[in-house]
């Protein structure tokens, strides 16, 4: 799914407004931030709640193995969810608290509290996270990453997140691991491309040293 904005304009905007965040973009190049925005919201909520608290491969492992319960279809329909035996859930390896946050999600996305994507797109980012956060197991952070990586939002600052703060505990070389306040006041200058910012901020820890080493 193409971006809603110039991603060119965007980290110009970051440079001239943040000189700090400045020497991250230049060592980090062209952002690269490109949505996936082909899944339905209740396919990537679903998944969400089954890697909650998991390693990727330990999470992979079981979501596949709930996948392959409604074979040959490739995701299950938010009713297939529900009709479906909690022990036959479990036994794919999801917990008892994410198979009631799934058959919530289920429901709420057959009811319309969950919006289709078409719909998903016309609403702001408050309004969305005021509709998904009122499913069980769905937090604000969640909701964040949706709007970041599936809608390709622009301006969401994920200050909660540890790889945001540990990003820039290393960019900006804070004495002490900044608190989610700390990161969100810095932030402030960032508008509205705090979401490209963050994720320069994601690119400090994945690689320190930037385009040198690859």
Wanted: hydrophobic letters at 40%; glycine letters at 6%; a positive charge.
């Amino acid at each position: 799914m193409p971006l809603g904005f110039d991603l060119t304009e965007a980290e110009r905007t970051l440079r001239t407004a943040d000189p700090k965040l400045a020497l991250l973009i230049e060592s980090h190049g062209p952002c690269r931030l490109a949505p996936d925005g082909a899944r339905s919201p209740f396919a990537s909520l679903a998944e969400s709640i089954a890697y909650q608290q998991l390693t990727g491969k330990a999470a992979a492992t079981i979501f596949s193995r709930v996948l392959a319960i409604y074979r040959p279809k490739r995701f299950p329909k938010p009713a297939d969810l529900l009709a479906t035996e909690d022990e036959v859930l479990r036994a794919a390896g999801l917990s008892r608290s994410k198979i009631l946050a799934m058959k919530d999600l289920a429901a709420k996305t057959i009811d319309g509290t969950v919006p289709t994507l078409a719909k998903l797109r016309r609403l702001s980012d408050e309004e969305i996270l005021a509709r998904l956060t009122s499913v069980r197991g769905i937090g604000r952070w969640t909701v964040e990453m949706l709007l970041i990586f599936h809608l390709g939002r622009p301006d969401v600052m994920p200050s909660t997140d540890y790889g945001v703060r540990k990003g820039f505990h290393r960019a900006f070389r804070t004495r002490t691991f900044p608190t989610p306040a700390q990161v969100a006041r810095r932030a402030e200058r960032w508008k509205p491309y705090r979401s490209v910012a963050s994720w320069y901020l994601w690119r400090a820890i994945d690689n320190p040293a930037g385009r040198s080493n690859g």
